[in-house]
């Protein structure tokens, strides 16, 4: 069947969260499929919070119109996520025997798309001034002066993790959080917060367009400006290892082509490579590490910095005490 005619009858919907993110994504996984299948890829973008609870309400209503959407490994392990997709366990199974793929690269929740770091970034000025590279350093306006970004959805976790290492709480020592503690500290920057973002584009909009100069934003993000030549620099010194599963939504009405779209990206190393070359990720194959980029794989953390600085949030505490954790800061940020 020619490709086009093919497109026309096939097809998958994804939801995402925009921008340069999407864009590497179509251009590395998404095209090259469809060129191979014939199988049309549609990407619907949104927030985080907006995809959960389009996915719930979808499934609720019996009324399904995506078939995958790309959620954070954390929330991928929680009862609500769950209760809305599809157990892949059994479509994991023909993954467990490929040495190249990580141990974690296809679970229940959905396969593995990428690891990134959720981290400081700055403005880079003159070359001579200091850098701000802890979050001690993000709350200290006066030695680095500007306005500050944090993530404002219905994820609040890495915010007051954040706060609480400013306050001087040690990595080993961080959860369960101090919620009460982070509150009281970011009581003292709430001030300097020019920007509190939504989405991944626009922590990269903000940016572009000066709304802040020290923030808190993805990566892949921050790769994805510094690939336009934006001056944006940024610490592992402060930073929590994070990454995006690809989950497959109940009733999905394109179940089977939505599973090719999941099997073609754990199946191509080079695929991967591509992807993460362009966003700074780790993608789960060996393989695809090492073809990818010399600059892409020199801006990964070192295996000094995973040990000393990078941070695995514990992702059990965090889904246990998320809807408190969203309670106390929408009464906060309001």
Request: charged share 25%; net charge negative; with cysteine.
């Amino acid at each position: 069947m020619p490709a086009r005619l093919a497109a026309a009858q096939d097809q998958i919907v994804i939801a995402s969260t925009g921008g340069a993110y999407d864009r590497a994504l179509k251009e590395a996984w998404f095209d090259p499929f469809t060129k191979e299948t014939g199988i049309a890829v549609t990407i619907v973008s949104a927030t985080n919070a907006e995809m959960r609870a389009k996915a719930a309400a979808m499934v609720k209503s019996n009324n399904v119109s995506w078939d995958l959407y790309l959620e954070g490994e954390i929330q991928a392990a929680s009862d609500a996520h769950r209760e809305v997709t599809e157990d892949l366990t059994a479509f994991c199974e023909r993954f467990s025997t490929k040495t190249d793929l990580v141990s974690n690269a296809c679970q229940a929740g959905g396969a593995l798309l990428q690891s990134t770091a959720t981290l400081l970034v700055y403005r880079e000025k003159d070359e001579q001034q200091e850098t701000p590279a802890t979050w001690a350093d993000m709350w200290d306006t006066v030695k680095f002066p500007g306005g500050r970004a944090f993530p404002n959805f219905d994820d609040p976790w890495r915010v007051l993790a954040a706060a609480l290492l400013a306050d001087g709480v040690k990595k080993d020592e961080l959860f369960p959080l101090d919620v009460d503690r982070a509150f009281c500290k970011l009581d003292e920057i709430r001030g300097d917060v020019t920007l509190w973002w939504k989405t991944g584009d626009q922590s990269v909009q903000g940016f572009r367009n000066g709304e802040y100069d020290v923030g808190q934003i993805w990566l892949t993000r921050a790769r994805a400006m510094k690939n336009e030549g934006l001056p944006i620099g940024w610490s592992y010194k402060a930073s929590f290892l994070v990454g995006d599963r690809i989950a497959l939504i109940k009733g999905a009405p394109n179940r089977e082509n939505a599973l090719k779209l999941v099997e073609f990206w754990l199946d191509n190393p080079v695929v991967q490579a591509k992807a993460c070359d362009i966003l700074s990720c780790t993608p789960p194959s060996t393989q695809a590490i090492a073809l990818m980029s010399d600059q892409a794989r020199e801006s990964m953390p070192t295996t000094e910095e995973i040990k000393d600085s990078v941070i695995i949030p514990d992702a059990t505490w965090i889904n246990a005490n998320a809807p408190l954790l969203l309670k106390r800061w929408n009464e906060w940020v309001r």
